[in-house]
């Protein structure tokens, strides 16, 4: 496909990448179906990094408050994430398990990561006077999300 021939003129002298919806919706479910299928791969496994972060989401979820890696004692802070602990802290408050918060979350997150690059050439729209370059980014955008939902160690990383 070439450049001039890869633009149909919009209203107000936009200019739309053509991309069919049939072609990009196609391309979106088996990206959703291996996104899936490789995280529930995963979805047994959990890197031991986070149950660190579960130990002080579930101590201040249960009301020990934050750096409580112990119920008793001095207060250390020791999670990496501080809006991740306290997000799962949040679940645990509420009667979830804090593994089933993260990999859910995760799994959630990496799916609305992948849809929203692979479902940009939908969304695209660049004026006329700067068509010399927004195919290749419409392209190199799209393969991103295709290369992030096959990319195994975000898979791991998600669940």
């Known amino acids: 496909m070439s450049k001039a021939g890869a633009y149909t003129e919009g209203a107000k002298g936009e200019t739309t990448a053509q991309y069919k919806p049939a072609e990009v919706a196609v391309i979106l479910v088996l990206a959703i179906a291996a996104i899936l299928y490789l995280d529930l791969c995963f979805y ?21 408050g934050f750096g409580a890696w112990n119920t008793q004692g001095e207060r250390v802070e020791g999670y ?12 645990h408050a509420i009667g979830m398990d804090v ?9 959630a997150l990496h799916l609305l990561l992948c849809s929203v690059l692979i479902s940009f050439p939908l969304m695209r729209r660049r004026p006329r006077h700067r068509q010399d370059d927004a195919l290749e980014t419409t392209n190199e955008i799209l393969l991103a999300g295709l290369f992030l939902a096959l990319y195994l160690p975000l898979n791991w990383y998600a669940t």
Do not use: N
């Not at 990496?80 to 679940?91: E, I, K, Q, R």
């Open 44 to 64: 047994p496994h959990t890197l031991d990094d986070a149950y660190v972060t579960f130990r002080y989401s579930e101590h201040l979820g249960e009301g020990y």
């Open 80 to 91: 990496t994430s501080f809006l991740w602990m306290v997000f799962l802290g949040a679940g």
């Open 99 to 107: 593994r089933t918060v993260a990999k859910v979350t995760g799994i």
